[in-house]
């Protein structure tokens, strides 16, 4: 009601922020959609928003859809509710406000290039060096047994190379939590708890909040016939069976002193070819998705930034399993070089793009069960 | 495609929840099915779209219901409520009914959830719909549409064809141009005709100029007036409708929910002469809001305001547009255009007619005014703790009560008694059936899917045979 303008102490920063607080007074004051997704309890636990609030509520939100469809206020109603495509911007905003170093912000603004400029960077790094380093014959000779990759980069300097890097996008990505969560969260309240974190754990690994409140999301039209939640569980399930499929890897070399390549029964062979398949179908379904979505739920503006990550996350499969299948042949040299270039550059741009939505939102869900299980409410209850 | 040269089992005409059950019944009772929407398909609906929840009577509490509502506590309910006017028989049918509509309605694909934050009393009686009103017609036109039923939108019935109490084709406007539709029964569920301006005003005068209307202009009781016009036997005081008072600043049309304000009880409310003209205090707020409508439709410029202090600004549900604000009573007046010395020496008449109570919103409580008139019974507390707020309201149309009279198999009674052969009717357009005057919330959607289920199984039956 009235209070909302008026308790605030500072005004919305962005243009998004303000139409989001104008859609959560529209919202609050109808509550229809409170049984669809986490969004709406969340906000009706406020009767004014900060600019925190606002950033917290755009990143619990999923996209599924539901909310617009269900709404009778979504455009062309004169009142233009449109929840989605509104915390999405908010969302792509905030990941912009919270990246570390700050002068790196400009990266979410056209992100489709800067993510394409590092990833051929890195193939051209990887590919250069490589012919650089070695004659024709290293680099487009066949190489088998153990150590075969090695005769064309030393261990000991990959495992420097993609150390640091790696160690870089976590440091960079820890500081951006540490911004968002001291923006979102209430002072003095106490931190996640393990039982928060749990329920977080468990509702971004099932994705609970994409799915329409139960029938599915939506994404052409009304009809909640959407497979995203499918797509999304095999490109993070992907990721995961990828990642650990290098960490078998590691241990193999430093603990057992097994060098790669390992044959295909081994396993970071087969975690990383589930993962790799899973990285394959996974992005291209959600590709193709983001083709058909209904443009009014959809922001335009980040569209370079979810195709740009899911070509990142393709192209590593891809180039992965191209060199597990020609590992044997002449090829291996040019496409060991391609893949690490790619995964390069998946690891120097992860705190600048799309993958830290996963990040956030699960923050956002740890702090919605510590929200729940608190009973925070501050609206009365007026029959 | 659809193919308006065929002859339909079925027409329905009208595109809300009475008319989609009508629709999926006849349709799964094997009969062919158009059904003609007069609102494009945003609109689509009727007063469906902001609804959101319905009463069904259950023996026992259910996953979202917290306790059993029996049929008799149900009747009784509308007794009350309708202060009798109802036909009792086709009143405890629709309640026996509604029993087994939860189940029905959940098997067409409309889910429901525990009841809204802000909506704590009918969560043992009435069953909220996840998503809202728009999301069980979504639901409803998915299941319409994968059983085939035809659609479509945009497309007013203009005329009918009525020989002998017996329907024989509607004349359709659709892209400027009027066609035929035969069919071989009528499901007529196209609700009330309270965004007829024109017609409201035949009986409240230039008054219903500054009504708004709660739903879409396109429930403007077209199909109503062609067959009232046909022989039809009307029901219902045409001159009532369901009116709230909701914020003066909303759209002329379909602010739906949002603009309602429920803040009568804990201030006062002055016309625009700054005088009090009802007890604010009277009962609990569900049981009066929705007299305070046509309260105000009796004002001068049909326009009122709701005035109340910072004590009371968090006590109730909020609403669209914030109250204006001010930090004295005269400056108050000033922002809502009205005489703020008036408003000044109404509230301190007020003031000081309040006696010493315990202030309890959750009961009839005992703060009073005494010697003041007219009285505030209960919830009186001196308005003196600025900064002062008001919502200025006016009477917000949510339904009409006109509508055709039908038997218990949903069929259209003629003028003289009997049935039509092949004229059903279902929702907002028979409601006054059973519910003539008042309203308890979510009758609306148990009139329109019982009687809508039944229209549309009856429907098919007579096609068959």
Redesign the interface.
Same mark, same amino acid.
């Given at each position: 009601?009235?209070?909302? $303008?008026?308790q605030r102490a500072m005004p919305m920063p962005t243009d998004a922020q303000r139409e989001a607080d104008r859609l959560l007074?529209?919202c609050?004051? *109808? /509550?229809? *959609?409170? $049984?669809?997704c986490a969004v709406f @309890?969340a906000m009706?636990m406020r /009767?004014s928003f900060a600019a925190g609030d606002v950033n917290y509520l755009a990143n619990l939100c999923h996209a599924c859809g539901? *909310?617009f +469809?269900? *709404?009778?206020?979504?455009p @062309? +109603?004169?009142f233009q509710v449109n929840v989605p495509r509104t915390l999405a911007r908010v969302r792509v905003d905030s990941y912009r406000a919270y990246v570390w170093p700050a002068a790196c912000a400009g990266l979410f603004a056209r992100n489709g290039l800067a993510v394409s400029l590092a990833a051929a960077a890195g193939v051209a790094l990887f590919v250069g060096g490589f012919a650089a380093w070695h004659d024709p014959t290293v680099l487009f000779g066949t190489h088998g047994g153990p150590g075969a990759f090695y005769r064309l980069m030393p261990h000991g300097a990959m495992a420097l190379l993609f150390g640091a890097v790696f160690l870089y996008a976590l440091v960079a990505i820890a500081m951006g939590v540490r911004a968002f969560w001291r923006d979102i969260d209430e002072p003095g309240a106490p931190p996640a708890d393990a039982r928060s974190l749990w329920q977080a754990i468990r509702d971004a690994g099932s994705l609970r909040y994409l799915d329409g $409140? $139960?029938?599915g999301c939506m994404n052409e039209d009304? /009809?909640p016939t959407d497979r995203r939640r499918l797509y999304h569980h095999l490109t993070f399930y992907g990721f995961l069976l990828c990642f650990a499929a290098t960490t078998v890897a590691t241990l193999y070399h430093y603990l057992l002193g097994r060098v790669a390549p390992y044959p295909w029964y081994d396993l970071p062979v087969v975690l990383g070819t589930i993962g790799g398949v899973g990285l394959l179908v996974g992005p291209a379904g959600l590709l193709a998705a983001r083709e058909r979505a209904e443009p009014a739920v959809r922001d335009a503006g980040s569209r370079g930034m979810d195709t740009a990550f899911l070509a990142m996350l393709l192209l590593t499969s891809l180039t992965g399993l191209a060199l597990l299948l020609l590992r044997a042949t002449p090829a291996m040299g040019l496409l060991l070089a391609v893949h690490l270039g790619v995964v390069f550059g998946l690891f120097l741009t992860m705190p600048y793009g799309k993958f830290v939505h996963g990040i956030y939102r699960f923050l956002a869900l740890v702090r919605y069960a510590r929200e729940r299980r608190g009973g925070h409410d501050g609206?009365?209850?007026?029959? | 495609m659809v193919d308006l040269a065929r002859r339909y089992d079925v027409l329905v005409v009208g595109g809300g929840n009475a008319a989609l059950c009508a629709a999926i019944a006849a349709r799964r009772g094997g009969a062919s099915v158009l059904v003609l929407e007069a609102a494009p398909k945003f609109y689509r609906g009727g007063n469906t779209r902001h609804t959101r929840n319905m009463r069904c009577a259950h023996d026992s509490a259910t996953q979202h219901l917290t306790g059993p509502y029996l049929e008799d506590e149900f009747w009784d309910d509308l007794k009350r409520v309708t202060q009798g006017h109802t036909d009792e028989e086709l009143a405890r049918f629709m309640i026996a009914r509604s029993k087994e509509m939860l189940g029905w309605i959940a098997e067409q694909g409309v889910r429901f959830q525990p009841s809204l934050g802000g909506t704590l009393s009918l969560g043992r009686t009435n069953s909220f719909f996840l998503g809202g009103g728009r999301a069980m017609l979504n639901a409803l036109y998915l299941t319409a549409a994968t059983l085939g039923v035809d659609v479509l939108y945009d497309a007013e019935v203009v005329d009918l064809a009525i020989e002998d109490g017996m329907f024989l084709s509607a004349a359709v406007r659709r892209d400027g141009a009027v066609v035929d539709v035969r069919a071989a029964a009528l499901v007529a569920a196209a609700g009330g005709f309270e965004a007829n301006i024109e017609w409201l005003k035949k009986y409240w005068g230039e008054a219903a100029e500054n009504f708004l209307i709660r739903g879409t202009p396109y429930n403007r009781g077209t199909l109503l007036r062609l067959l009232l016009g046909k022989g039809v036997q009307e029901v219902g005081d045409p001159t009532q409708c369901h009116a709230v008072a909701i914020d003066a600043r909303s759209p002329r049309f379909d602010g739906g929910i949002i603009t309602r304000l429920d803040c009568v009880v804990f201030g006062i409310v002055v016309n625009r002469q700054a005088r009090r003209f009802y007890d604010e205090g009277e009962d609990f707020w569900p049981k009066r809001y929705a007299i305070w409508g046509r309260l105000i439709a009796g004002q001068p410029g049909q326009i009122a305001y709701i005035v109340f202090d910072a004590k009371s600004l968090r006590m109730f549900m909020p609403s669209l547009y914030p109250a204006i604000r001010a930090d004295s009573l005269p400056e108050l007046g000033g922002k809502l255009g009205i005489d703020g010395e008036a408003l000044a020496a109404t509230v301190a008449a007020f003031n000081a007619a309040v006696r010493p109570g315990t202030f309890d919103h959750t009961e009839l409580d005992d703060c009073r005014t005494e010697g003041l008139s007219p009285p505030k019974s209960h919830w009186a507390r001196r308005i003196d703790e600025a900064p002062f707020y008001a919502y200025p309201v006016r009477p917000g149309i949510t339904f009409t009560y006109l509508g055709t009279r039908v038997d218990r198999e949903a069929r259209i009674l003629m003028q003289g008694g009997a049935p039509s052969a092949n004229m059903f009717a279902a929702g907002e357009i028979m409601a006054g059936n059973v519910l003539g005057r008042g309203y308890a919330a979510g009758v609306g959607m148990t009139i329109g899917s019982v009687f809508g289920r039944v229209a549309g199984e009856q429907a098919a039956r007579r096609v068959r045979n």
């Open positions: 009601m009235t209070a909302m $303008g008026e007074t529209i609050n004051a *109808c /509550r229809y *959609c409170e $049984g669809l @309890p009706e /009767r539901a *909310c +469809h269900d *709404c009778q206020f979504a @062309p +109603h004169e $409140g $139960g029938v009304e /009809r609206t009365a209850d007026a029959a | -």
